[in-house]
């Protein structure tokens, strides 16, 4: 990182959410939780070429993922960035896909052939995906990701609970590993069932019980830093830059204004967990008279915003 730039902010990792549209409707989703109502935005290869220029110049940036939805639904605009990842050194970029993107084998082997610059890439497989797609096809995905691309290839499911746990879920999800086994492509460790979106619909049962006194800070959540010290940020198919809360968007400023602008001490909430963690937010809670939730929360993040949420109605 260069002198000069905002010290709250070490930036390793860009993440480029390619679009909310998907080829399943897995029961487990976290995306599920977000505004679909336009689901046809997609950021403009122009400006994700100049994003990810622009952070090369200021940060040392290690990594580069492209995810959804379904971000092959877009092979086009995935590769090309994956190019430009590649043009400005960044060791590890990544692609997550469900393996479905089309279900004529000429078009997956067209879809493959272009993916040329990834080096790591993780196929979601699993009982959720399992549920929605032909497996026949994914195979066969799977089998043209194996013989054209290089780097690290991985099968990458969800486990409920735990991976150990024997639920009917991860039962399921281990039979259907073991039928992809003869394509002999490894499995990653996976992610663990996270309490958001579908999963709160559908699968509460086999979530961690909600806490009146959740306790804890932003490290302890999946793939979430703390607001003092930001190594990752996500870009939004509608050109949001998230951190852990949307700090600008890219179609209003660049992205070197928008990580030069960012303060944590300009968020009460977020100001609130540095100093205090969990403690912090529920004195914020009581100084401004937010009446949490009865049922608790599953998580420091869930806590975290709702307060936010709270104070944003109160203030309009």
């Not at 959720?128 to 799977?142: A, N, Q």
Request: hydrophobic content about 35%; proline content about 4%; some cysteine.
């Amino acid at each position: 990182m260069k002198a000069g730039l905002n010290p709250q902010i070490d930036l390793k990792r860009i993440e480029f959410f390619i679009t909310y549209k998907c080829t399943s409707h897995c029961d487990h989703c976290s995306v599920y939780s977000k505004n679909l109502s336009d689901a046809t935005e997609l950021i403009s290869l122009a400006m994700a070429e100049k994003l990810i220029k622009e952070t090369c110049d200021d940060y040392k940036i290690e990594s580069i993922m492209t995810f959804g939805g379904e971000p092959l639904l877009h092979p086009d605009l995935v590769c090309k960035i994956l190019k430009t990842a590649r043009g400005c050194n960044i060791p590890t970029r990544q692609i997550i896909t469900n393996g479905y993107w089309s279900n004529k084998k000429i078009r997956i082997q067209e879809i493959v052939s272009m993916i040329t610059d990834a080096n790591d890439i993780l196929v979601s497989i699993d009982c959720f995906h399992e549920k929605y797609l032909d497996y026949e096809i994914v195979k066969y995905t799977v089998e043209q990701l194996k013989k054209q691309t290089k780097g690290n290839l991985q099968l990458h499911p969800v486990w409920v609970i735990n991976q150990e746990d024997n639920n009917p879920y991860n039962i399921a999800t281990n039979k259907i590993l073991e039928e992809f086994g003869y394509l002999g492509v490894p499995v990653s460790a996976g992610n663990i069932l996270f309490p958001s979106g579908r999963a709160l619909m559908n699968l509460s049962e086999y979530l961690p019980k909600a806490k009146l006194d959740i306790q804890g800070t932003c490290k302890d959540q999946p793939y979430t830093d703390m607001p003092n010290d930001i190594k990752s940020v996500c870009v939004e198919p509608n050109g949001d830059i998230v951190a852990c809360s949307v700090i600008g968007n890219i179609h209003k400023n660049t992205i070197a204004d928008i990580l030069r602008d960012y303060d944590y001490e300009k968020d009460p909430v977020l100001k609130a967990m540095v100093e205090k963690r969990s403690e912090g937010l529920y004195i914020l809670a009581k100084e401004n008279n937010i009446e949490l939730s009865r049922d608790g929360y599953y998580s420091v993040c869930e806590l975290c915003k709702d307060i936010s949420k709270q104070l944003r109605e109160s203030a309009s």
